[in-house]
């Protein structure tokens, strides 16, 4: 029987490991590179014969425990792991959340834009970062450090987005998707809990049941500072912390929006 696409993927990775890369002795000179299926078997605590049938082609179901005891055999990254699940007619086994923080770059980069205003999300919906003007952009509010808390509990968001009840109901979609997302998350899950308890409106909208994720679209705004502000929005999901997410806010060029932003954003460094 011909080698599957499986087969293939197991073989090319474990040319590409090392013994080092897995805590295996060199065992002096190697007719092959990387490790030998034997010790792929070993690692992975299944039969050599089981794992040789895997690359010919001749066992195309393996299990998700061997999957998963597979991956940690060959060093994959959470790229190979997902890979190798999807050529095995498997969805991947989410892992753990990690806790919640900024990568140092992703900082910079906010700090980058200083004429428009941006946030680094987390899983759910707390605010993990902003450059300088995102902060001035979202300033009227108690800075529960929460965008869920503040658009239901906090009433400046009531004059703050010019569409209430538009900015809630998106606002409930998108922490529905992160709250049932594989593997849930437990702060989205304690937010709701939350919320359903000291917000019926948040409850109703929850009761609805949508699911819908931030997408590139127009906002518009009341800030009290700079008055009305009709700002494009677009999300971006951070690859290195799945969950998070960057929302970056900007004004047309040349617009009476434009404007005001650049006001707010001078009224921000003025100490």
Same mark, same amino acid.
């Given at each position: ?180 997302? %594989? ?44 008055? %009305? ?12 912390? %799945? ?29």
């Amino acid at each position: 029987m011909a080698a599957s696409p499986l087969g293939d993927y197991l073989r090319g990775r474990r040319a590409a490991v090392r013994p080092a890369d897995v805590d295996l002795p060199g065992h002096g000179p190697r007719r092959v590179p990387g490790l030998r299926r034997e010790e792929v078997a070993v690692l992975a605590g299944v039969s050599a014969d089981y794992y040789v049938r895997l690359e010919q082609g001749r066992e195309r179901s393996p299990s998700a425990q061997v999957l998963d005891a597979l991956a940690d055999a060959l060093a994959l990254d959470d790229d190979g792991r997902q890979h190798l699940f999807r050529l095995a007619g498997l969805a991947p086994r989410p892992a753990a959340p990690a806790p919640e923080r900024a990568d140092p770059a992703l900082l910079q980069l906010l700090d980058s834009w200083p004429a428009t205003p941006a946030l680094l999300l987390g899983r759910a919906y707390d605010v993990l970062a902003a450059n300088r003007l995102g902060s001035a952009l979202f300033g009227g509010f108690e800075h529960s450090g929460n965008l869920v808390v503040d658009v239901f509990l906090d009433p400046a968001a009531r004059t703050f987005y010019a569409d209430w009840p538009a900015a809630a109901a998106s606002t409930v979609a998108g922490l529905r998707l992160l709250e049932g997302a %594989p593997g849930g998350d437990r702060r989205a899950g304690e937010l709701v809990r939350r919320l359903l308890r000291e917000s019926a409106e948040f409850a109703e909208l929850w009761a609805r049941n949508e699911a819908r994720g931030k997408s590139a679209g127009v906002k518009g705004f009341v800030h009290p500072q700079v008055g %009305p502000l009709t700002l494009r929005v677009q999300t971006f999901d951070v690859r290195s912390a %799945p969950g998070q997410q960057l929302v970056v806010y900007h004004a047309e060029p040349g617009s009476v929006s434009a404007q005001s932003l650049a006001l707010l954003g001078s009224l921000a460094v003025t100490p």
